[in-house]
Structures are given as structure tokens and as C-alpha cells.
């Protein structure tokens, strides 16, 4: 049973837990041979916890065997590498904070060592979550499981990686632009964005403080919709946490869909969008309908288009004041090489930050720069208003929208570093769900040559119990899920 113990689902690992047919330190163990076997051609960790995942499965079993256990607890995790955890680096996959080790943990991590998880590691990342293909790592690229030739996505491309290996059972990443999803659509996964504010961005990096947002990133639904229950809720340490009770989102996942209104907005179906995606994402809406939901395939939501404009104003501009604090004097690389302090802080943001986050700190310190702020930062947020606005429109109508979540299956290595550009249009289904503030979910609905495609399921703000309902409908009716890449 060992050999097999890194193919469990969450929900599995729980019975089997619940049950004491198996401890956490055997889970635990399995999971460190998988990492052994398969990390050197994966490389979706920063670091690997060994010693510290045992002593937590131990720790796991204890308070099991006393009747204390809950959702998580002895259940393998990884970390992505820009939430702190206290004791173990947080370098956000950055020279600039190579060595810096937190003297606490984020809110999201203490939730989940209070239920006793175990901690397999911090999960590779683009810098600063400043990118789609996780080709940014100061350290290392990670690799995508399909094809070890492909990117994983990005910036969660290496707690997507892991889960689609097998290396972990679950993951925490974050999504500022489809961080999240878009990995998850490429690995074949589960990725979940929730409504802003409704897990504690306390301890998490900032890249845009009004676009991250923490989530789940497992192998089915109802896995995320445990991990989500055990990280959310109101903490009064981020001021934009929503205060509202704590919340089971494993209740009401098969209650169905029937009698359910759910739009497809047209603009989604992007020019140059693969041929292959296209076809499994109107099959997939099919399934959806022949599940007892009405589907609207007319809703158009005109002001998506300048979606991916608008995030590349706002979540620059917010980066460059965010990252303004890396200076070399509090913590962090510095460097120490000449005689001033100017031309020492120079040096430290020059060869501390790689090329993207640098790009995007110039492109967010020109738009609010006296002379462009009027003309692109405060144009782009009565967009984003007009963004936010149409979607509310669209669900005093209908329960969900759906749509692809990626226009292309994942892309090789390397094919869009030289070209920004491109990189950046390989979010712009996701996007305008963060500029929104709304809850979004990826899950497998089919292959393109081989490789996986992801369907976007988008509710309204709070309607996060809703999306992964119909996610867990479509997923029960359909095989997708079960496939694993061949790694």
C-alpha cells in the first residue's frame, strides 16, 4: 500500500486517517520517496521540509489517536514560497530575499499547523508572482508533469506541479492575475481563486495588495473545498478580510445543479484561442446542461477586453510601491560594494530583482509618475469599476458564468520569454476574475494534443460555495479528474 499511499486524494487520506488504517508519518514518508523519485526532473519545490514533515505527521497521529483531528490534520502540503512560515525560508523565488527566514508564519499557515497539516515544503514561483510560466524563479524553472518539456504555469507553477506529481497532496498558491487557475489548467488540477478577502492575505508577499488572493490548488473538488474550509475566515490582522462567520464549503457539494442559470460570456472565446481548448469547453458547458442547468450562450460582457490593459496599470503600479520596501537596509539581499548609500541601494535593487520584476516596477512608476497618473492609473480603475460592474449585472441573471481558463493548453519552454507581451496574454481569461474581487475556479475538462484544459467557472462575490458546487457536478459526471500524468 506504501507505493500508492502519494496517489490519495485528500478526502481519501482523510478516511483512511479517520479510520487508523494508516498514520500521518507513513502518508508523510511515501510523499518524501515520490518527492526523491520524481523532483530532480519536476523541480517544484525551493525547499524541501523532510524533518520538519515528520515531526508535524508525528505530531498529526498524536493528537489523532486523541481524538483531535480535523480536516487537515496529517495531511501533506506544500507552501508556495511567498507565504511566511516561521523557522523556513520565504524567498518569493528571489535572490532579494534569498536568505530571509520570517520570524512568523501567515495567517493561512497557522491555520492550517493549529489542525496539524504537515508542511512538505515551499513551492517554486515566477519572482514576486511576477509571471505565467514559472520560468522567473531566481533558482531554478519548474517543469510541467505532462510534458517535461512544458511550463507548469505560473506563478503557482510549483504548487500546481506538485499536486499533478504527486509530490504533494494539496497546495497553497495565490492568484493576483490567474496565478492559480492557469497553472491548474496546464497540470491537469483542481485551482481555485476565492472572493478577495475571504482568506487572510495576512503573511502573504505583497505583489498587488487589491488583487492577491490565497487558494487551494488539490486534485478534486471536494479537496478544495476542505483545504478552503481550514484556511478562511475573518482575521482582524488584514484589514480587507470579510467579516463573516466561518463557513463549510464541503456542505452542498452534491446537491446538483439542476434548474441553475449559467451564462457564457462570448468575449471569452478569444481570437487565436486553440482549436482543441475550444471544442472541450463548449463539450464541457454540454455536460453542464445536460445536468438540468439552463445555459445562456449570448452574455456578453463588452468591457472584458480591456481587461488585460487595465491589470497592467494597476498591478504594476501597486508592485511598485509594494516593492519599494526592498532597499537593502531592513532585511533582504544588500549589497555593500560601494561607498554611498544611494549607489548601495542601487546595486542591491539591481542585482537583487530579476528582469520581469523589474519591467513591471518601471511600468507601474511611469503610469504614477506626475504627468501619467491621470492619463493611465486613474483611467484604469474606472475600468476596473466598469469591469466590476458588468459582471454584477450579469448575476442578477445567472448563478455562474463559464468559460475557458486558458486560451492555449501549456506552451514550451521558452517559447514566450523574449515576447512580454505574449507571455501576458496567457492570462487574459483569468484576469478580469481578479479585477473583479471574485471567486474562480479551474478544473480538467479535457486534452489538447495530449495536454490538459481547463474550464473556468466564475460566481458572483461570495459565491464560492456556488462555483464549487457546479465544479464538483461537472467533475462527478465526467472522468477527466481521474487522470494523472505519466511521471
Known sequence: ?????????????????????????????????????????????????????????????????????????????????????????????????????????????????????????????????????????????????????????????????????????????????????????????????????????????????????????????????????????????????????????????????????????KEYFVDGIDSEVDKATRKAIEVLQSLGASVDWEVSLPSTTYALAVYYIIAPSECSANLARYDGVKYGYSDHSSGSMWSELENTRQQGFGPEVKRRIMLGTYSLSAGYYDAYYLKALKVRTLISEEFSEAFKKYDVLVTPTSPTPAFKMQEKTANPLQMYLSDVLTIPVNIAGLPGISVQCGLSRGLPVGLQIIGPQMGDATILQVAYAYEQATEWHKLRPEI
Not at 517543469?143 to 506563478?155: A, F
Not at 497532496?169 to 489548467?185: E, F, K, N, V
Not at 473545498?225 to 463573516?244: E, Y
Request: aromatic letters at 6%; a negative charge; glycine letters at 10%.
Open 1 to 265: 500500500m506504501q507505493n500508492e499511499l502519494y496517489e490519495l486524494t485528500i478526502k481519501e487520506a482523510r478516511a483512511l486517517l479517520d479510520a487508523r488504517e494508516v498514520s500521518s508519518v507513513e502518508i508523510t514518508k511515501a510523499f518524501i520517496d515520490r518527492i526523491d523519485a520524481v523532483e530532480p526532473r519536476v523541480q517544484a519545490f525551493v525547499k524541501v521540509t523532510p524533518e520538519v514533515a515528520i515531526d508535524q505527521a508525528k505530531n498529526a497521529d498524536l493528537a489523532i489517536s486523541q481524538g483531535r483531528a480535523s480536516l487537515m490534520t496529517g495531511i501533506p502540503l506544500q507552501i508556495k514560497d511567498n507565504m511566511c512560515t516561521k523557522g523556513i525560508t520565504t524567498t518569493c523565488s528571489s535572490r532579494m530575499l534569498r536568505d530571509f527566514v520570517p520570524p512568523y508564519s501567515a495567517t493561512v499557515v497557522d491555520r492550517l499547523e493549529s489542525e496539524h497539516a504537515v508542511v512538505m515544503g515551499k513551492g517554486n514561483m515566477d519572482e514576486f508572482a511576477m509571471g505565467s510560466s514559472t520560468e522567473n524563479s531566481a533558482f531554478h524553472s519548474t517543469y510541467n508533469p505532462w510534458d517535461l518539456e512544458r511550463v507548469p504555469g505560473g506563478s503557482s507553477g510549483g504548487p500546481a506541479a506538485a499536486v499533478s506529481a504527486g509530490e504533494s497532496m494539496g497546495a497553497l498558491g495565490s492568484d493576483t492575475g490567474g496565478s492559480i487557475r492557469q497553472p491548474a489548467a496546464f497540470c491537469g488540477v483542481v485551482g481555485m481563486k476565492p472572493t478577495y478577502g475571504l482568506v487572510s492575505r495576512y503573511g502573504l508577499v505583497a505583489f498587488a495588495s487589491s488583487l492577491d488572493q490565497i487558494g487551494p490548488i488539490t486534485r478534486e473538488v471536494t479537496d478544495s473545498a476542505m483545504l478552503l474550509t481550514a484556511i478562511s475566515g475573518h482575521d482582524p490582522k488584514d484589514s480587507t478580510s470579510i467579516p463573516v462567520p466561518k463557513q463549510d464549503f464541503t456542505k452542498g457539494l452534491g446537491s446538483g445543479i439542476k434548474g441553475m442559470k449559467i451564462g457564457v460570456p
